[in-house]
């Protein structure tokens, strides 16, 4: 046998259907053999592979051993001359194994091999070379003096930016998305490394392979599409701890002594360092905005204050208490800036109107809560009604003044509807335009583009066109059909379209989910229609403001209750739970296709908890639950804990 391929999973089903679609079409011409070892997955990826691919060897794990251990499982029991460990996050061209193999073939030297790789988006990596991390070119990627000269021999060494990303090279770390090797290379110097949990693997066992007298290199000639970040969440913090820890112990095992330890300490500072910076940021992206905010609030109503006190309220003298300013203005702002957060105004697609309903619900407020106030604490109706004109007007301009400096658009256009391009034939795009609509609402227009030289008048044009046509039509997003164009032919047109903000998907034959850039749409996506989503932010605010002020409410009342519900211990345990954001009020009811719906926490009670349940079917079950989904309602949890509130103990 020639191959046999490796792909762990964990989680990432869609993204893993279409990786063996891609590779049963690559290996068309080939004796090989595909193991997917699945790392104890919940997303229903086991069942997917056993119905869907039944030729895959399939290893189910009931937990989540790691990575290298879950590809040692696999590497044991393989008869491959080569082995080639996969990301199930890829796609591959229909050429990709054959010409790898046939240049391994050539090159006897050659123990690893690696690949080009692009984006969603059709960038190409860095990453799909790198150099051996020492201490000096861990050093250099830190610090940023790699970002700062790419194409640097000395700085870029990380990335080996001095060798073109085009041609066929000799490197020294093979990327872990595709690792192809050969077999008896793998016997002599040993499989993955197993205290590698995950990253890190890649770079020992490339090292293993230079050590052992073998070579390893970059293949350009044929590329794939790597997902990045869609499995592993490279931003995160425990990205960084884990990918660094693992330098660690690289560098304890490779490097001696003093050598060793300069190592593990550049890259300890390294751990801290990001760590610190990662908080940082998110902690500046948060408050940033209501900062400036109540800044700009500020500084308004204190010039309101002293402008209204002496040409309207004391001309003959005087002047307002010190309270105003320093305890009334204080308040105006938190409701505000309160109000605005709840109404979506600090959201990333923000609305004008949603800060402008945010000012004026706060200002409806402050305006209740001043008739109430005894009479030495109205201190003036105007200031308020002033404040909030100030705020209406001063919140938007700031914002679009920023903008423009960044060169940025702020606010999200009211109309949103979505321009798309489908690239395919007659047949398959009639599929997929089906599905396109059934999942979202808001298409202002859906233009076919055919591979065909000979089209009729459905289409708008053809793919050797698809760059004009996308300027023409100012597309929002391009829908590959991967059942009539190549792998090769979808991987050349991404690239063409990398100078444009549009987002590339691509549909598998006879699948109902299009994979994209940055996300997954399942067939019936009834949380991207023009629905009341509960995954919209202002719905899941609500529900965790609800939950949260509930949750304090019958803590309160407790020394009561616990005499009325069944239960109390869990009662009071499932409070805690909804306090701390480990559990929600109201969730779906059980089932097993859960997961294709938008996340939410676990429920104290199922939204089927009024119902018998030898009532419900499976199919019921579920059409509630995308109910539930897609037009949420506040006040259904409510009535619902009304209805059930002696059964917050289950």
């Not at 200031?383 to 999200?412: C, S």
């Not at 009211?414 to 335009?433: F, H, T, Y």
Request: charged share 20%; proline share 3%; aromatic share 12%.
């Amino acid at each position: 046998m020639k191959l046999s391929i490796v792909i762990v999973n964990y989680n990432v089903r869609f993204f893993l259907e279409q990786c063996l679609i891609s590779v049963q079409k690559a290996l068309t011409s080939m004796e090989a053999e595909v193991f997917v070892v699945d790392n104890n997955s919940q997303d229903e990826s086991v069942a997917m592979v056993a119905e869907k691919f039944p030729w895959v060897k399939l290893i189910a794990n009931t937990d989540n051993p790691g990575f290298s251990k879950a590809n040692n499982q696999a590497i044991r029991v393989a008869k491959g001359e080569y082995i080639l460990l996969l990301n199930p996050d890829t796609v591959v061209e229909e050429n990709t194994f054959v010409d790898t193999l046939a240049f391994m073939d050539a090159h006897p030297e050659a123990g690893g091999l690696g690949i080009k790789m692009i984006d969603g988006k059709g960038h190409y990596l860095p990453e799909s070379k790198r150099g051996l991390p020492s201490p000096l070119v861990a050093l250099y990627k830190i610090s940023g003096l790699t970002s700062l000269f790419p194409k640097s021999k000395r700085f870029a060494r990380y990335y080996m930016g001095h060798l073109s990303a085009d041609e066929n090279q000799e490197v020294e770390v093979l990327a872990g998305a595709f690792m192809l090797m050969r077999h008896s290379v793998l016997q002599e110097i040993g499989l993955l490394d197993e205290d590698f949990f995950m990253y890190g693997e890649d770079v020992d066992l490339s090292y293993r392979i230079i050590k052992g007298g073998y070579k390893n290199y970059y293949f350009a000639d044929s590329s794939i599409i790597h997902y990045k970040g869609e499995s592993t969440k490279k931003g995160s913090l425990n990205y960084v701890f884990i990918f660094y820890k693992a330098m660690v112990i690289f560098a304890e095992k490779h490097f001696g002594g003093s050598y060793a330890k300069l190592f593990s300490l550049v890259i300890n500072l390294a751990i801290y360092l990001r760590a610190f910076l990662a908080i940082f940021r998110r902690l500046l992206e948060r408050i940033a905005k209501p900062l400036v905010d109540a800044a700009f609030l500020a500084g308004g109503l204190l010039y309101i204050e002293d402008y209204w006190e002496n040409n309207h309220r004391f001309i003959a003298g005087g002047e307002y208490p010190d309270e105003l300013s320093q305890i009334a203005f204080p308040i105006y702002i938190l409701t505000w800036l309160g109000s605005v957060f709840i109404s979506g105004g600090y959201d990333k697609n923000l609305k004008l109107s949603q800060l402008f309903r945010g000012i004026a619900v706060g200002t409806v407020a402050i305006l209740v809560a001043y008739s109430l106030l005894p009479e030495a604490w109205r201190f003036s109706r105007a200031i308020i009604i002033l404040g909030a004109a100030w705020a209406m007007l001063i919140l938007p301009i700031w914002r679009v003044l920023f903008g423009k400096m960044r060169g940025r658009k702020v606010f999200a256009s009211a109309q949103s509807d979505k321009r798309i391009l489908l690239v395919g034939g007659a047949a398959e795009l009639e599929r997929v335009n089906r599905l396109v609509k059934e999942s979202q609402s808001r298409i202002s227009y859906c233009g076919w583009v055919g591979v065909e030289p000979d089209l009729s008048d459905k289409f708008v044009g053809s793919v050797k066109d698809l760059d004009d046509l996308v300027s023409l039509f100012e597309v929002d997003e391009v829908i590959f059909c991967s059942a009539d164009m190549s792998a090769k032919d979808i991987f050349a047109a991404m690239a063409k379209l990398g100078k444009y903000q549009v987002e590339i998907k691509i549909a598998p034959p006879a699948s109902q989910f299009i994979i994209g850039s940055n996300s997954i749409h399942s067939q019936g996506s009834w949380y991207t229609m023009d629905f009341n989503a509960i995954s919209k932010p202002a719905n899941k605010r609500a529900k965790r403001s609800f939950d949260l002020g509930l949750a304090l409410l019958l803590l309160l009342l407790s020394p009561i209750l616990i005499f009325l519900i069944r239960r109390p211990q869990v009662f009071l345990k499932n409070a805690f739970l909804v306090l701390l954001a480990q559990m929600s009020w109201v969730s779906y009811a059980d089932h097993k296709e859960n997961y294709r719906l938008p996340k939410i926490k676990k429920g104290v009670l199922p939204i089927s908890v009024s119902l018998a349940k030898d009532s419900l079917s499976e199919s019921t079950i579920l059409q509630l639950n995308q109910l539930y989904a897609k037009d949420y309602r506040l006040e259904s949890d409510a009535q619902l804990l009304w209805q059930n509130w002696r059964s917050l103990g289950n």
